[in-house]
């Protein structure tokens, strides 16, 4: 079946190591997109790709990093950086944008991160 | 700026009951719009969404939303609650700034009493 799979389910962190969270879909979608969660809380968008070898940040990018050297696959790096990094992480992705009929983002599962 | 709020927390409706859950949109011009759901600890799934056309939308689970343009808002309905219903519901705008960028609300925690 066609989706989007996150690995690992949970992950623990000690401090100063990064951590590297797997994301692959087999949609065939362009664009791919890492959000945070928080409880309480919307998701916010840390980093975004809308092409092979090209990726943006987004509104809390600070701490994170990300590749894209395939279209099927966009790992997000939480760095020690990250002062805060529990919380819960979703990646998601959609076809090409088109500003006539717009588009839908397909979540994953998503990852939990715990800093232990 | 861009903004989307949900101003009910948590919302606990009796099984059989109809559910209204409010959404609210800040932008400058028409949006797209979603609702999504959420089950404890899983990631988010698409019940309806709205690009164009006809306001009054349909979405599975036997959802609907409706999108009125003079208050910014985008409810969404379900004129039957059932337990499985149970989850938390978000809203979340889509602007057309070059990519598929979404805002989303911070969430209503629907509980469904039996």
């Known amino acids: 079946d066609g989706g989007i799979t996150q690995s690992p389910k949970y992950l623990f962190r000690k401090e100063g190591q990064n951590v590297t969270l797997s994301c692959e879909q087999n949609l065939n979608h362009d664009a791919m997109y890492w959000y945070r969660q928080d409880p309480g809380q919307g998701l916010r968008l840390i980093y975004y790709?809308?092409?092979?070898?090209?990726?943006q940040k987004g509104d809390i990018a600070e701490g994170y990093s990300v590749s894209r050297e395939k279209k099927e696959s966009f790992p997000l790096t939480v760095t020690s950086a990250q002062k805060n990094p529990t919380a819960f992480y979703l990646c998601?992705?959609?076809?090409?944008?088109?500003?006539?009929?717009?588009?839908?983002?397909?979540f994953g599962e998503g990852s939990w991160l715990t800093v232990v | 700026a861009q903004s989307v709020t949900q101003p009910d927390i948590h919302i606990t409706v009796s099984e059989g009951a109809s559910l209204e859950l409010r959404c609210n949109y800040s932008?400058?011009?028409?949006?797209?719009l979603f609702w999504y759901v959420q089950s404890p600890g899983q990631g988010l799934q698409l019940l309806l969404k709205?690009?164009?056309?006809?306001?009054l939308v349909q979405g599975i689970k036997g959802f609907e939303a409706e999108f009125k343009r003079s208050q910014s808002s985008f409810n969404l309905r379900k004129p039957s609650v059932h337990w499985s219903d149970a989850a938390e519901y978000f809203c979340a705008v889509g602007f057309s700034g070059g990519y598929n960028k979404l805002i989303f609300g911070a969430g209503t925690r629907l509980a469904v009493h039996p």
């Open positions: 998601a992705s959609s076809s090409t944008f088109r500003r006539t009929s717009g588009n839908t983002i397909y």
């Open positions: 932008y400058g011009a028409t949006p797209y």
């Open positions: 709205y690009f164009s056309g006809d306001t």
């Open positions: 790709s809308q092409i092979v070898n090209d990726f």
